[in-house]
């Protein structure tokens, strides 16, 4: 079976590529594949005839994309538009990663959103993002958007830069009204693996690893796991701002997405405190 990869140098290309090597992934980066050239990528799928395509390629820089609003459309919006068109006329199915920033992140806390929750991005990135959904759904026939949030892996990422922080300073402080759940690219990479052989129905599903918590109670939870004596303060997000002097676009407070849709269809995912463990050994060994 053929399966076409894009963005392949990003975060989550490398875990899917790693988990769908049985299938031999052919990988494409921007440089081999464009997903903003509406030409290359009809002529790229017409010559490799994948069954499906997964679009890990976007722009993720949350902060700068508030400057650049157009090249974050280009790659969010206008580069899933082309890879949709191109699937529909070649009958692939196409997988696409979205994010918890479709949503405004202000829903009630002891509530997590559902796929359906009207949307309200507040960001740039978020609305590019929600635009690139759109279009998916608007020129697809056979797709799957999987939401996720808080990711890590083989790149930079939070839990990188907590081991660096930890190992270099005796404390620091980190946000603890921000809520969600911490992600490990190789767990969405196996949801998608899975997605692949069980076949489950196309739509929206939110994917992200199990249980919920704040960015504060994960710093502690990586300290623990890696035995550094790093001491972490809670502040506050606009706390956060003041102290270290930075303008960033709005962080959701609410990230929290409710995963019951895609547990129904009998789609293991572990939960972030086990990933996270497993994540740790694989980075410290
Ligand atoms: N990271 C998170 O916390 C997070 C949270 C929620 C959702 N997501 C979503 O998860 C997906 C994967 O994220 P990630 O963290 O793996 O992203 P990433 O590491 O930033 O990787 C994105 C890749 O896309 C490539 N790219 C950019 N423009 C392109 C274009 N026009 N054509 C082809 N490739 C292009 C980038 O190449 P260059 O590096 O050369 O620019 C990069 O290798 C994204 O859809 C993201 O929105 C991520």
């Not at 959904?133 to 830069?161: C, H, P, Q, S």
Request: charged share 25%; glycine share 6%.
């Amino acid at each position: 079976m053929k399966i076409l990869i894009t963005g392949a140098n990003g975060m989550l290309a490398k875990s899917v590529t790693n988990k769908l090597s049985n299938y031999e992934p052919v990988c494409t980066d921007v440089r081999e594949l464009d997903i903003t050239d509406k030409d290359a990528v009809m002529n790229k799928i017409i010559e490799i005839k994948p069954e499906y395509i997964i679009n890990c390629a976007a722009y993720t820089a949350v902060d700068k994309a508030e400057e650049e609003y157009d090249l974050a459309y280009k790659i969010n919006s206008i580069g899933p538009k082309n890879l949709a068109i191109a699937s529909k006329e070649t009958g692939a199915v196409l997988i696409h990663i979205s994010t918890d920033y479709v949503f405004g992140g202000n829903l009630s806390l002891d509530k997590s959103y559902v796929e359906e929750d009207s949307k309200y991005p507040v960001t740039v990135y978020g609305k590019t993002k929600l635009s690139g959904e759109e279009e998916i759904v608007k020129n697809a026939d056979k797709y799957y958007i999987f939401r996720t949030a808080w990711l890590y892996g083989d790149g930079n990422n939070f839990v990188r830069t907590m081991l660096k922080l930890g190992s270099s300073k005796d404390e620091i402080s980190v946000v603890s009204d921000q809520y969600g759940s911490p992600t490990n690219a190789d767990d969405l990479a196996n949801v998608i693996l899975q997605t692949i052989e069980k076949k489950i129905p196309f739509g929206v599903y939110h994917t992200t690893n199990l249980g919920f918590t704040t960015w504060y109670e994960f710093a502690k939870k990586i300290f623990e796991l890696s035995n550094i004596s790093c001491k972490v303060n809670p502040v506050t997000t606009d706390e956060y701002i003041k102290m270290m002097n930075i303008v960033q676009a709005k962080r959701p407070h609410n990230s929290k997405l409710s995963k019951d849709k895609i547990l129904k269809e009998g789609i293991n995912i572990p939960s972030w405190k086990e990933s996270l463990k497993r994540y740790l050994k694989e980075e410290c060994s």
